[in-house]
């Protein structure tokens, strides 16, 4: 299909890259953030967050009125939700955070009130488990003149997808040309129609699968890395109490051609590290014993 007007709702670190790259393509993008400082900066083709390389795209992007941004949505034929899924206040210090999707629920419904027949939208949030069908359901309710996959599968009038960004900050840039991209239709069409969007610009491999297991995808990632690093701290405590030089141990340790022990540290740093697996603890507490105890760990 034809992307010619690409919104993106979020112009935060994820989505004012993404909307600049789409740019930098020639394609017609609408960024839409609530921050009136963040769309009256853009516009005036500066930049409100930091990241390297940034700064000279988007300006290349408004001087040649490819990218423009507003406050809400407007007709476009793909829609990318990449707004924050912060969490709930914690009632209690040993309490699980619940994922806050009220930020992806207004996102939903402020462009539900422009989708026409043939729109893609894609939640690039990251999100736990069921987000993007929750996301799916918010848009038909909005709009009953509508079909979605949930209920028409391929022959729905709106697809959807789940789409996680997988970048670093400070080299969004170029990983979000060169990583590899999951792609999480809720139909194999949805997915089809992910992959030639995102293939505007990405060099990576375009993995398929569904929804819910991309969502996971993400989540596992970042928790993996999360235990991996809990290890490497409980091995720390450890070896003070037993009077062993952890750094010595773990080196000799990396000497077995299948361990790779990280280094311990101050917990973990970075946006999601520490986030993501609460994600996963939060809709399977019981099951994520090892995730929860690695969390508590770097905490």
């Not at 993106?8 to 890259?17: A, D, S």
């Not at 022959?155 to 670093?168: G, N």
Request: net charge negative.
């Amino acid at each position: 299909m034809s992307f010619n007007t690409i919104s993106v709702i979020g112009l935060g670190y994820i989505g004012l890259p993404t909307a600049a790259m789409f740019a930098s393509k020639q394609k017609k993008v609408i960024g839409v953030d609530v921050n009136q400082h963040a769309v009256d900066t853009i516009n005036a083709g500066n930049i409100h967050i930091i990241e390297p390389g940034l700064d000279a795209m988007v300006k290349k992007a408004v001087d040649g009125s490819f990218l423009r941004a507003t406050t809400s949505p407007e007709p476009a034929d793909v829609f990318l939700i990449a707004v924050p899924t912060p969490f709930l206040p914690v009632k209690t210090e040993n309490s699980i955070p619940e994922p806050d999707l009220s930020y992806i629920e207004s996102a939903a419904k402020s462009v539900a009130k422009v989708l026409k027949k043939g729109d893609l939208v894609i939640l690039e949030s990251t999100s736990p488990v069921g987000a993007t069908a929750q996301m799916a359901a918010w848009l038909a309710e909005e709009r009953p003149d509508l079909t979605f996959p949930q209920t028409h599968g391929e022959d729905s009038d709106i697809r959807v997808a789940h789409c996680p960004e997988r970048v670093l900050p400070g080299h969004v840039i170029r990983e979000l040309v060169e990583n590899d991209r999951v792609i999480g239709g809720m139909t194999d069409k949805c997915s089809q129609v992910s992959i030639e969007l995102y293939k505007t610009f990405v060099q990576g491999d375009c993995v398929v699968t569904n929804a819910r297991t991309a969502e996971m995808a993400k989540l596992t990632e970042n928790a993996s890395r999360d235990v991996g690093i809990a290890f490497a701290n409980e091995l720390s405590m450890i070896c003070d109490k037993l009077d062993i030089d952890v750094w010595e141990l773990i080196a000799l340790a990396n000497r077995h051609p299948r361990v790779n022990i990280m280094q311990p540290g101050p917990g973990v740093g970075g946006h999601c590290i520490a986030v993501d697996p609460w994600f996963i603890i939060s809709k399977t507490p019981a099951e994520s014993k090892l995730i929860h105890v690695a969390r508590q760990v770097n905490d």
